[in-house]
């Protein structure tokens, strides 16, 4: 796809997630890896709703502004995920209700943070891992990521928002909003002792499909 058309579909991408509400006011921003190394990636303080393909940041593989709007303060956090998902191709994060409110409880598995409800949330989302709380920005959010080696393609970031790597754009869209329906889920079923998926269904999920 050429940047052109790049830029064309992190508009429509934004503009979508946030007429459904999926990420309020300036918040979120998307990024998507190019070919020599550089970024596409949404201004600072842009709304999702209301991006200018022209004003989106263009990065060298330095993360060197070359053209359109200051980018995202969120960089370190979308270099990290690039860094350790060598495959990843887009970088989406919003601050969609309830993955934030998922986020907020004091009892989950720092390493499955959504429990595995639905095959879909299995084959998009995989394990939700869940990060320590740091200021927006924050580079410590980088280092916590590293810190994942990689592992997983999703991540929770406690009391801010969801974060998802994935080899293209559309991809990385799909598998966030999975992730927000799960986590509505999680939360509408919450102490009503719901039936999950076996390990035998997941794993039989993540031999077929490839589900991380």
């Known amino acids: 796809m050429s940047e052109s058309a790049l830029r064309e579909a992190i508009c429509r991408f934004g503009r979508s997630l946030f007429e459904r509400g999926l990420t309020p006011g300036a918040s979120g921003n998307i990024s998507v890896r190019l070919d020599d190394g550089g970024w596409l990636c949404t201004p600072t303080d842009a709304s999702l709703g209301f991006l200018d393909p022209a004003r989106i940041a263009r990065l060298d593989r330095n993360r060197t502004l070359l053209s359109g709007d200051k980018p995202t303060k969120e960089i370190p956090l979308h270099d990290a995920l690039y860094d350790t998902r060598p495959d990843a191709g887009a970088v989406v ?9 998922l986020s907020t409880l004091p009892d989950l598995d720092p390493t499955e943070a959504l429990p595995p409800i639905t095959p879909y949330s299995v084959m998009r989302v995989g394990k939700l891992a869940l990060i320590p709380y740091h ?14 080696a ?10 801010h928002g969801p974060v998802v790597a994935a080899k293209k754009l559309d991809a990385a869209v799909f598998a966030i909003e999975e992730l ?13 002792n719901p039936r999950m998926l076996t390990p035998d269904q997941v794993a039989a999920l993540v031999t077929k499909f490839g589900a991380h």
């Open 135 to 148: 200021m927006p920005g924050d580079p410590a959010v980088a280092t916590a990521i590293r810190g994942l």
């Open 150 to 159: 990689g592992r997983h393609s999703a991540v929770l970031l406690a009391n």
């Open 180 to 192: 927000e329906e799960t986590a509505k889920l999680v939360l509408l079923l919450r102490n009503l």
């Open 93 to 101: 994060h919003l601050h969609s209700t309830h993955a934030v409110a």
